[in-house]
């Protein structure tokens, strides 16, 4: 980038560009699979509104790429830098700015992490609902530039629907303001979900307002062990048989389970073959729990109750089973979706898919929802002979999940990663509405190019 | 209209059309205000997804607005014919395409009444959850046009919340499919959001996706009685306060037990100044049922547990309590939204605002969602000076709703009525962004023009 550019964007955000290596380097990438490495131009640390608006004031006039992020904790690419960009870092606009009790909403800025969202309004009796696997390290913001899910979505839904009212920069660096801060409102299109999940590839979101929800008095965790990984797929339809809706519905495979016995000395895979792990909260909970206990324990499984740390401790298991990036390995984890009546099919087909491809496979699900993440793995010293494999194994995965009826991303985005299985989803003429609507919200092609859309 | 015109039209679409007196004035308004009275052209009642495509193929050929419609409920004028306009009526494309009992879910022809799908899933234990007041004769098409509210989404959310994917005829007459089958998704924009809500401006839904809830085994339904109806209201926070989630809350003042009664001859007046009606359901309907008697008591109610026969006709008598229209007076009824925290002040206000302008009033709320239904009326004998108080009361009970945070329509649509006000709520960028938005998906502007957006 030419120095005149760079020092002028030194002169409208003084004190918040970085052009250090080290910086550079770090806000380079987030979690997701690296297709194209690129190093940004810059990192600015916005502490304001006005701070992203100069950004994007300044971006437009000389049509710079600007990559926006919270914690970078997303799993798609969709932070990634691109050739020429600027990386928006909006973590340090963390601050809760009201919770309002009677309202049962908070309204905060998009650096705030979810973790502390939720310790701050606990007091009152309320949570915010959707929490990912990374809840104690991403970002507000992050979550709703992706629509994130979570645990908890199996009965409270995913991010956009605890979003009331965002207020969003444009490319052009106006302020705007969608939605409404009661909990309904249709007083013209909704932009609020549009820019929800939109990677910011419409705008930078900078603050948002939340709809919180009642903190549950009783909780019940149940963990339901099968024989094979199939047979608890089964029963995550049993449980829907029996018309009794948990809050949290996970699967994990016997993969999984020896992953995080060697990780944390637990002793999960003696217990069986598959992890059907269920809790239920609210004043119906334990009844919800016994219905649950029946319906599994006629479906095969040994079924057992835990003690709330011991339950504790398996949900943390569960949100720390992606594992940790291991150098040795070329690794993918996936997120596709299907109706809940093709999980136990398509979880038979991955098995099979992994057999046929030759390479490595362990499977967890937020099985209330039908959305799987399918990690597929070679060894390193496999070489691009594995790593080709890999890639069949993953395009196998993705198909096989649209011929069942399902979608490419149930709630990670498509960031970079994803892009190349989008038109496999979606029409021609869908791609062209999102062009187009891309178009009208930056028509210079400033905001994270090459994400989000085709 | 060109009488060339009109015999393309009958020869693309042979037996669909009418010109007929009656059906022009039959299909020429909603139930909503009248603002600008027009006849429409003709009137074309579609049999499938080829009719739809047809007609909107001959009326981009010939720049011929197109004004869809459902059952004709809607009470913003959404569907009110506007000048040179055909009527599309979706009423009979009413089959219930698949109804899925372990995917939870249904796909529904647009003309498809809400009753019957609930009554045809109630089988399988399922429930289609958003019940907008006209729910025995209202369209899922139209539901979803306007984003239908109800009495249950105080828990189970407005129409978005069940819409999972939707079948959209574009201006051009090309089908699109947006959204997903599973629960969960989010590669691309959100278009099924953007759709929903859009009022037959952005395409023409012509197939629909749904998301089905579990039927609750358990319900609970407490009718609590308080001296005025501030007082009522400010139940609504005890019961928020206590953390507890009911599935319908709603509130009724004086007057409108007083109609009520008069047309039921029920004696609910006499049983106090205004009604809070509470339901439970599932499986801690009964605690949380004891919790809100609790609380209601505590701030000053008489409440009590109501058998389900008499529950059962008190919710009917609410979902009816709007009214027939009556001959002898200018009737407007209004749907804005405040914060739950305004409730109080704001019908406190409500109040001394039809006193101000010597206008009757009448408000029944959605109060879990803090969203009211103010009707104001003045004698039809009162002239044009009467219909002007009426329309200042309007006007300042909307300003007031704003000031308070809230929002000009919580369920009902902007349709034509409401439009006045949209720019009120919303900033001129915004405003622009959906003309923006509007142009991308139409062009020609034919879809329903002059209503939904400003």
């Known amino acids: ?10 002169a409208v955000l003084p004190g918040r560009v970085s052009t250090s290596s080290s910086d550079l380097d770090r806000y380079s990438t987030d979690e997701g699979p690296v297709v194209s490495p690129a190093s940004p131009e810059a990192v600015v640390r916005a502490r304001s509104v006005a701070d992203v608006q ?9 049509t710079v790429p600007v990559v926006s992020r919270g914690a970078g904790s997303g799993l798609s690419g969709g932070a990634h830098a691109t050739p020429g960009s600027v990386i928006l870092s909006l973590e340090d606009m963390n601050r809760i700015v009201a919770v309002n009790p009677d309202d049962e909403t908070a309204v905060v800025e998009p650096g ?23 809840h104690r390290w991403s970002t507000i913001g992050g979550n709703v530039a992706t629509n994130a899910g979570g645990l908890r979505c199996a009965k409270y839904g995913v991010t956009r629907d605890s979003v009331l009212a965002l207020e969003v920069v444009l490319a052009d660096g106006t302020l705007v303001s969608t939605g409404h801060a009661p909990f309904k409102g249709v007083a013209g299109y909704d932009l609020t979900s549009l820019m929800t999940g939109s990677e910011g590839t419409l705008g930078v979101i900078v603050g948002i307002t939340v709809r919180l929800r009642y903190l549950p008095r009783s909780v019940h965790t149940l963990a339901a062990f099968f024989g094979d990984f199939p047979k608890a797929a089964a029963g995550v339809l049993a449980i829907g048989r029996a018309r009794v809706q948990p809050a949290i519905l996970e699967l ?25 792990l269920t809790q239920t909260d609210g004043y119906g909970a334990a009844t919800e729990a016994e219905m649950i206990t029946a319906a599994l324990t006629e479906a095969g499984a040994v079924v057992s109750e835990e003690n709330s740390a011991e339950a504790e401790h398996l949900v943390e298991l569960r949100r720390d089973s992606r594992g940790a990036s291991a150098e040795d390995l070329y690794r993918v984890g996936e997120d596709v979706a299907v109706p809940k009546s093709q999980l136990v099919s398509y979880v038979t087909a991955l098995g099979a898919m992994a057999e046929k491809h030759g390479v490595q496979l362990k499977v967890i699900a937020h099985a209330g929802d039908g959305n799987l993440h399918p990690t597929f793995w070679v060894e390193r010293s496999q070489g691009d002979l594995g790593r080709s494999r890999l890639e069949e194994a993953l395009d196998e995965s993705v198909r096989s999940a649209l011929e069942l009826g399902g979608t490419i991303t149930g709630e990670h985005g498509v960031g970079q990663h ?13 791609l062209d ?22």
Request: contains cysteine; hydrophobic residues 40%.
């Open 1 to 10: 980038m030419d120095c005149a550019l760079l020092e002028e964007l030194q």
């Open 112 to 134: 705030v992490i979810n973790a502390d969202l939720n310790q701050a309004v606990a007091e009152h009796g309320l949570m915010y609902a959707p929490d990912p696997a990374s």
């Open 54 to 62: 100069n950004l994007l004031r300044w971006a437009t006039r000389h």
């Open 418 to 430: 994803k892009r190349r299985w989008l038109a496999w989803e979606q029409s021609e003429e869908v």
């Open 433 to 454: 509405l999102q062009s187009g609507i891309k178009r009208l919200f930056d028509p210079l092609g400033i905001l994270n190019p090459g994400k989000a859309i085709c």
């Open 252 to 276: 994990l495979d016997g993969r999984t389970l020896e992953a995080l016995d060697r990780a944390h000395g637990s002793n999960l895979r003696r217990r069986g073959g598959s992890l059907l």
